[in-house]
């Protein structure tokens, strides 16, 4: 499997395990189960992205420190698939610019323990950097035992510090349920054989905040891959969620569903399958999202976006400063007339079709 990568490493303390912060709570138990970190704290947030995600992986970012107070540090480390030089400078351009006491630091990890995964029978959406998840708890020192995973495709809409705080009660991640086991669509193939409860509820794991000392102690991201890789596993939707929620049956816990609100909740068609699994009606939760989630084929800075929720994005993208003001505008313009030429084309199609002009 070819790698295109760029190298660099972690410079800050929390590279070398000389923090200048003491020790959170956590830290004092294995497997993390004191009260949560202290409010000294640095958040420790980890994302990961080549160059097709470089401006969502800025606006991401920015989202996130907009909202938090300007005396709470934060420690970002993007782990870098294929991410280009000049885009790194300007993603640390909008970080620092977003909050003072954000520090980034850019880490081209080892991949060796996910080279293995083919991607071919992985959904067509999903490159080498989705698997970077599982490197987290190899990445960072010991000494860090809490972080905050983000996807590079969502918008923070709330401060991240009482999502950040919530003490994990011995679960190994806190996540925010998307469905159940048994969704034939996307659930776990294999529920019946591991004896998982049907109703048992399935989790998205875009969004994770992660007990990094339970996931050493049990090998979490080792039995993960191990699970992809077995060729005996059937799989409903393969890719690292199916078998993340395989291995953590039973040892995760909920957190509030406004933290991760996908696409599904504003698809009529998605949105009451949701509603039976997960119980009761799902309006408030996408009215009001702590976090926007682009989880569609259909990402807010493609053409063919039709997410209601896309100017938030947009929102955040013109604040960001990853373009100049005049550079936003432009990008807009060309944003918009790439829209109207897909539209054309959709609107299009069967005439096409029955002149000729378009293959079916």
């Known amino acids: 499997m070819t790698r295109s990568l760029v190298r660099s490493s972690l410079s800050s303390g929390i590279s070398s395990g000389a923090e200048s912060h ?9 497997n993390g189960e004191s009260a949560g970190p202290s409010p000294e704290a640095p958040i420790v947030i980890v994302t990961a992205g080549d160059d097709g995600f470089a401006m969502p992986m800025a606006v991401t970012l920015s989202s996130a420190l907009t909202h938090l107070p300007p005396e709470q540090a934060v420690q970002i480390i993007a782990l870098d698939s294929g991410m280009s030089a000049d885009h790194q400078r300007r993603i640390s351009s909008v970080v620092r610019r977003a909050h003072d ?3 980034l630091d850019w880490h ?3 991949v060796s323990s996910i080279d293995q995964i083919d991607l071919q029978d992985m959904d067509p959406r999903f490159n080498v950097s989705t698997f970077y998840r599982f490197l987290i708890p ?8 809490r972080v905050l995973y983000l996807d590079s495709d969502v ?3 709330r401060n991240l510090q009482p999502m950040w705080r919530t003490p994990f009660d011995g679960n190994a991640i806190l996540a925010v349920p998307e469905r159940i086991v048994s969704c034939p669509e996307a659930g776990v193939a294999e529920w019946e054989r591991l004896g998982l409860d049907p109703d048992a509820r399935y989790f998205n794991a875009g969004i994770m905040l992660i007990n990094l000392a339970a996931w050493r102690a049990d090998n979490i991201h080792g039995r993960a891959i191990k699970y992809l890789l077995d060729p005996s596993n059937r799989f409903s939707y ?3 969620q199916e078998a993340l929620n395989a291995v953590l049956a039973g040892r995760w816990g909920a957190l509030d569903l406004r933290w991760n609100v996908t696409h599904l909740l504003y698809d009529e068609g998605e949105k009451p399958k949701m509603e039976a699994m997960l119980g009761g009606n799902l309006d408030p939760v996408a009215q009001d999202p702590f976090l926007i989630h682009y989880t569609s084929d259909r990402k807010p800075w493609e053409p063919y976006c039709d997410h209601p929720m896309e100017d938030r ?8 400063g990853w373009f100049s003001s005049l550079g936003y505008s432009s990008w807009r313009v060309g944003l918009a007339g790439r829209r109207g030429l897909h539209h054309l084309k ?15």
């Not at 994005?313 to 960001?320: D, E, K």
């Not at 959709?346 to 079916?360: A, D, Q």
């Open 155 to 157: 918008v923070v809409e």
């Open 101 to 103: 006491r954000a520090t």
């Open 138 to 145: 190899d990445v960072l020192p010991k000494t860090c035992t």
């Open 238 to 240: 393969p890719g690292d």
């Open 22 to 30: 003491p020790p959170t709570p956590d830290d004092a138990r294995p």
């Open 108 to 110: 081209h990890p080892d």
């Open 346 to 360: 959709t609107i299009t199609r069967p005439i096409r079709h029955r002149i000729g002009l378009r293959r079916r």
């Open 313 to 320: 994005f947009h929102h955040y993208l013109r604040r960001s």
